[in-house]
Each structure stands twice: as C-alpha cells, then as structure tokens.
T-cell receptor, first 113, second 116 residues
C-alpha cells in the first residue's frame, strides 16, 4: 500500500504566486487533514475533511483553501503566496475518530521568496 | 481548549542508556487518546506508541514505554537501551476521543540526540 502520498516534496514559490499541494490516500480513510510545521512550533491544523464534499477550517486556515471531491484526494491550494507560508506541510488521514492515530504523508517543504 | 506542553526542547542521551521525554496536557475530557510520534531527519512522522486514557496500564512497544498519570495529566515517554536510530524529534499528541474533528493536537516537540 502507498498510504498517503504528497507531491511535490519541495517547492520554491515567488511572492504572489499560487500552487496546489496534492495529497492522495489509498486506505479508504474518511478523515483527512492538512498540517503545517514551523520550527519549534509543532504541527498546526490548517484544514480537515470528514468525508467527500465536507471540509472545515482548522487553527490556521488563512491564505489556504481545500476541496474534497473524492475520498482519496484532498488538495491544498495556496493563493497569493506570502513569506509567512514558508513551512513544511503534512497531509494525514485516519479511518475514524476512534483514536487510532494518523497516517502521514512525507511532507512538502515550501519556501516563499 | 486542549493544550499539549513539551517542556524539553532538546535532550541528549548516551547510546545504550535510558532517557525520558516529558509531556503534559490540559483537558476537561475523561476519554481521550495520547500518542508519541517520532520524526527523524527524513521528515516522516512515525507513530511510536499510543495510550488510551481509560486504561490504567501503561503502554509499551519494545524499548518504548510510557508513564501515564491521568490525574496529573502527564504522559512521559521512556526510551530504553537508546540507539543511534532513535535520534529524532519526538512529538506528544492528544486526541479527543469521539470529537467531531478527530483532530490531533501536538506539542512543540523535543529534539533527541543520541551520543555514540
């Protein structure tokens, strides 16, 4: 099983550019999440989804958008990139909320210059 | 709101020795889960160990064990017989069982170095 696949692994963006971080899981998980990780700050939730067609904001949603048209895919869109969005982004998924923990993708390191 | 605190930004241990990483959390819930994740330089987040709050018995996974003190809201990770491959960032995380989000709340992490 591939688990959770994130692309790209690295990206450099110029201020004001836009991009989409892709996330796909093949475990038929209902729940999917996007986190950002900044040095010394742990992981903070950006957006999450409890199933296809349903998304909601997390702790730090500003500057981002998501969609969930299928169970497998949960892309994260950055519009008008800013230096504050320089971070490592993780996609994760879980089958339910029964405390099984998450399966994480390998992360995307994004630099906005 | 629930919070997770890791008070040790960095720790160091000699190979083959034992080290304990601290974690405290704040919640008003009685049912929840706690986790320790390992993040090596490869960046991959790896689940190390999981504890269910309603179980008094401390979880163990080979060389990894926890000391779960529910009343004190403390959840420390003990690594025995430390190996060079244990060097990584370690994150403590809280999961509100049955919460609508199923959202993991993370501490800021502890960077563990292992000296040969």
């Amino acid at each position: 099983n591939a688990g959770v696949t994130q692309t790209p692994k690295f990206r450099i963006l110029k201020i004001g550019q836009s991009m989409t971080l892709q996330c796909t899981q093949d475990m038929n998980h209902n729940y999917m999440y996007w986190y950002r990780q900044d040095p010394g700050m742990g992981l903070k939730l950006i957006y999450y989804s409890v199933g296809a067609g349903i998304t909601d904001k997390g702790e730090v949603p500003n500057g981002y958008n998501v969609s969930r048209s299928t169970t497998e895919d949960f892309p994260l869109r950055l519009e008008l990139a800013a230096p504050s969005q320089t971070s490592v982004y993780f996609c994760a998924s879980s089958y339910s909320t029964t405390g099984q923990g998450y399966t994480f993708g390998s992360g995307t390191r994004l630099t906005v210059v | 709101a629930q919070t997770v605190t890791q008070s040790q930004p960095e720790m160091s241990v000699q190979e083959a020795e034992t080290v304990t990483l601290s974690c405290t959390y704040d919640t008003s819930e009685s049912d929840y889960y706690l986790f320790w994740y390992k993040q090596p330089p490869s960046r991959q987040m790896i689940l190390v160990i999981r504890q269910e709050a309603y179980k008094q018995q401390n979880a163990t996974e080979n060389r990894f064990s926890v000391n779960f003190q529910k009343a004190a809201k403390s959840f420390s990770l003990k690594i025995s017989d430390s190996q060079l491959g244990d060097a990584a960032m370690y994150f403590c995380a809280y999961d509100d069982y049955g919460g609508s989000q199923g959202n993991l709340i993370f501490g800021k992490g502890t960077k563990l170095s292992v000296k040969p």
